[in-house]
Structures are given as structure tokens and as C-alpha cells.
């Protein structure tokens, strides 16, 4: 490949690392600082403590459905250190609340930061971004019937999965069938968010769930110090402001799914041929990447940045602080912002160069048997990077090139890589070492990965077999 495209290439691959990526990722932290700077951070988490004193269906509460809020919201990394920390706060051991909040940033990860990892792969694959949502929708769901139920184990063992499997369960089912429905017929946006609201509240409902611990129960599993602000009382109208910033995320993306107002946001759209960049495929045509399309108001970060500024009204956020908060948003995330721009530069130029497609005639030699490896291919992916969207961008267009080769659906292994990859996520360097600086474990990242690495594999294992079924009649139903 020619220099001049080669750099080409990777300019273009860094800037849509900054835009849809990151954009997305510094206005959904910058909502989540404003909660934060108001204290609305801590009347949430207050919030939850009082659903339930039994530490089994707090783990749930906090770490599955509040974590996959913060991980639709945030991301990298951001759910681990804040579920962890809210964990020891009720009184978790440190140790036991790093492997929970490890364990159950799992199933949501990929659609977090709005659809982040979904977004990415669709763009690398030149896939239809709904089509690979909904498959993506078919499969990380099934991950989350098993994901609670795994939760009450790690945290009261045999007797914890005996007597809180009901609402463990519910929770499960409610929090699937949310994903899978957002994903496929509403928005990939908004996927986590649905699924994680929908998740809590049917734990609420269940009343199994609302009975007071036994004493034996809290005194086995609760061995830390329990954070005393948890006992304050909050008034109604601070609980309900709270919950706001979230709840105008929501109203917003659903707004911005009716076909007038998508049609309307859509025509802000600029569309570039991209400089010094003329790249075609095998067989002489033009390749998409030769033209960039820039969606200034229709892309997720537009609607959360807009969110974020309803949100500054309501929690009574002044101009000047709200901007300063924004900008130590992109601080914090420097080094993230590094990282990503850099993989997807290396990405494209990895796409457009053929180097990905050649990779994918290779692998394509392992013929049916590469819809069981593609799931590990992402979990690699993400186990090295820390990110599911960094995976999707290396491995998404080689996974597409391998399953045409071979005679499987592309769909299927790009949304293999993604799934796959987000079980990868508890046992990546980063999130291990963000774990352990949370909860004040520096230098005891290999205790936890002796802990969660069995059930990374252990669900990888469930994964691969999901996505061989899918490839074959026995589970094909299942794909759109």
C-alpha cells in the first residue's frame, strides 16, 4: 500500500475515533460527572441500598442492572470501578465485590457507551449497523439469564443460588428480553439502558427479593464496614432529579427514533471524499471508506451531549461548571482517547490495505469449525485491549472476509467477535488493575484473575456453542 494512503488511512480511522467514538463516550461520562459534582451520585446509590438489606439481591441490583446502566453510559471501565467501590460502601469484602462487579460487567458490554463496540463493527464491516445489532441482540442476551444467577453464587456460594434463584432469575429474563428487544426493534443505543431498567424493576416487583436477609446471611457475606450515609434520608424530589439524567437519555433517543424527527437529524449529515485516499477492492470498484460521512446531529453523541445539557438544568448545573466538567471529562479520558484513535488507525489501515481480508482467507481454511473460533477470536481481542470496540476494530472485517470464504453468515461471525469479546472484558489487564485501585487491592490483579478466569472461559464456552448452533439448522431460527 502507498505511503500517502497508508497515512491516509489511518487519519481517517483516528478521526472516527473521535467522532461517533468518543464523542459518544465523553458526553455519557460528562452526564454521569455532573451526578456525581450535584451528589445526585450518592442519593442513587442510596437509592438501591434500600431496595433490599440482603447482600445477594444488592449484588444484583448494583452490579448487573446499575453496572450495565453505567456501562451504557460510560464504559471502559467505569462500571467496574464505580460497582465495586458502592459494593464495599454495603459492606462487601473488597476482595468479593472486585470479582462480582468483574463478573457482571459481562452481557452488557456489547452495546455500552451507547452502542459503542456495535457502532464500530458495523463501520469496519461495512455491515448494516440494525443488522448487526439485532444479531449481536440474539446472542449477549442469552448470556444474561446466566450472568445473575452466577452473581448469587460468587457471593453467598450454594446456599446464595438456592434461595435467591427466583429473583435472580426474573431479573435475568427481564433484563434479555429488553436487550433483544431494544436492539432489534427500537435502538442499539438505547439497549443497556432498557434492559438495565427493565432488569431492576422486575427484581423489585419479585417479592422474594424485598424479604430482610437472615442474620447469618448478612454476617457470612457482609464482612467489610458498611458505609454510614447509607441511613440518610433522601427527600422525594432529590430521588426523582436523581433519576432524571437518565431518564431524558432515554426520551431523547426514543424521540430520535420516529422516522420524521431520524429523517429530519439525518439531513445534518456531510458527506467528504476522503483526501488522498482511492482504495478498491478485488474486483476494481471503489471501497466505502473512500468517502466519509459525518453525522453531526444524528449520531448518539449529539443526543447524549443534548441530554447532558437538560441534564445541567435540572440538577440546577451552572454554565461554567457544567464546561469545566467537560473538560476534565476529556482529561480523565486522555489516555483513552490515545488508545483508541491509535487502534483505529491501525484498523483501517489493516482493512483498507487487504491485510485483514488476507488474514480472513486463511482462517477460513478451518470451514465449520470457525463459527466456534470466532467467539474466541473476540474474547482475545478484548483480553489484550481492555475494550470491545478495539476488538471489533481489529478483528470485525477479518471475521466478515473468514465467514464469506468459508459459506457462514457475515453477520454472524461480526456479531461472534463482538459477543465473544465481552467476555474477554473480566479478565483484561485493565479492567483487573482498575478493579483493584477501586477497592484498594493494588498489586493483587493475578488474585482476581485466579477468581474470574474459570467463568470467563466457562461462558466463553457457552458462547462458542450458542454461535456453532446458530451457524446450523439446531439455534439458525434465532438469527433475523
Not at 458495523?122 to 448494516?128: D, K, R
Not at 457462514?408 to 469479546?421: F, K, Q, R
Request: proline letters at 5%; a neutral charge.
Amino acid at each position: 500500500m502507498p505511503l500517502g494512503q497508508t497515512v491516509s488511512s489511518a487519519a481517517q480511522g483516528a478521526v472516527f475515533g473521535l467522532f461517533p467514538i468518543l464523542w459518544i463516550v465523553v458526553n455519557a461520562l460528562w452526564v454521569y460527572r455532573m451526578t456525581v459534582h450535584t451528589r445526585h451520585f450518592d442519593i442513587l446509590r442510596r437509592s438501591f441500598g434500600r431496595l433490599s438489606d440482603d447482600p445477594r439481591i444488592q449484588a444484583l441490583v448494583v452490579a448487573f442492572c446499575f453496572g450495565a446502566l453505567l456501562e451504557a453510559l460510560a464504559g471502559f471501565g467505569a462500571p467496574v470501578a464505580i460497582c465495586s467501590v458502592m459494593l464495599v460502601a454495603l459492606g462487601f469484602d473488597p476482595v468479593r465485590a472486585a470479582v462480582v462487579a468483574l463478573v457482571a460487567n459481562t452481557a452488557p458490554v456489547a452495546f455500552g457507551a451507547m452502542g459503542t463496540p456495535v457502532v464500530t463493527l458495523a463501520q469496519v464491516t461495512e455491515l448494516p449497523l440494525d443488522t448487526v445489532a439485532s444479531v449481536v441482540g440474539r446472542q449477549t442476551p442469552l448470556l444474561a439469564l446466566v450472568v445473575p444467577l452466577v452473581l448469587v453464587w460468587l457471593v453467598d456460594g450454594r446456599r446464595g443460588l438456592r434461595e435467591t434463584w427466583v429473583p435472580a432469575l426474573v431479573c435475568g429474563i427481564a433484563f434479555a428480553i429488553a436487550q433483544f428487544a431494544a436492539s432489534n426493534y427500537v435502538s442499539a443505543q438505547l439497549a443497556d439502558i432498557g434492559a438495565a431498567l427493565a432488569g431492576a424493576g422486575a427484581l423489585v416487583a419479585v417479592p422474594h427479593a424485598r424479604r430482610p436477609a437472615a442474620e447469618p446471611v448478612r454476617a457470612a457475606v457482609l464482612t467489610g464496614a458498611r458505609s454510614e450515609d447509607l441511613d440518610e434520608d433522601d427527600p422525594h424530589r432529590e430521588v426523582l432529579r436523581a433519576y432524571a439524567p437518565y431518564a431524558l437519555i432515554v426520551v431523547i433517543f426514543s424521540l430520535a427514533q420516529i422516522p420524521a424527527i431520524k429523517n429530519w437529524l439525518a439531513k445534518a449529515t456531510q458527506t467528504y471524499d476522503w483526501p488522498f485516499l482511492n482504495v478498491v477492492n478485488a474486483d476494481g470498484d471503489p471501497v466505502g471508506a473512500n468517502v466519509f460521512m459525518w453525522p453531526i446531529v444524528s449520531t448518539g453523541g449529539t443526543l447524549v451531549l443534548l441530554a447532558g445539557l437538560f441534564t445541567a438544568v435540572v440538577l440546577g448545573v451552572h454554565a461554567r461548571v457544567a464546561a469545566r466538567e467537560w473538560a476534565a471529562t476529556v482529561y480523565e479520558l486522555r489516555f483513552a482517547i490515545l488508545t483508541v484513535t491509535s487502534v483505529l488507525a491501525l484498523a483501517y489501515v489493516m482493512n483498507l490495505s487487504g491485510q485483514a481480508a488476507t488474514i480472513g482467507h486463511f482462517v477460513a481454511a478451518a470451514g465449520a469449525g470457525l463459527a466456534f473460533l470466532s467467539p474466541v477470536l473476540g474474547w482475545f481481542g478484548v483480553a489484550v485491549s481492555g475494550s470491545d470496540t478495539s476488538a471489533n476494530a481489529l478483528f470485525g472485517a477479518l471475521q466478515v472476509t473468514a465467514a464469506r470464504e468459508s459459506g457462514l453468515s457475515p453477520e454472524l461471525l461480526a456479531a461472534a467477535n463482538s459477543s465473544g469479546g465481552v467476555l474477554g472484558k473480566m479478565i483484561s489487564p485493565q479492567n483487573l488493575t482498575i478493579a483493584c485501585a477501586a477497592v484498594g487491592l493494588a498489586g493483587r490483579e493475578g488474585d482476581l484473575l485466579r477468581k474470574v478466569l474459570p467463568w470467563s472461559i466457562g461462558l466463553l464456552l457457552v458462547m462458542c456453542l450458542i454461535v456453532v448452533g446458530q451457524s446450523s439448522p439446531v439455534l439458525g431460527w434465532m438469527l433475523p
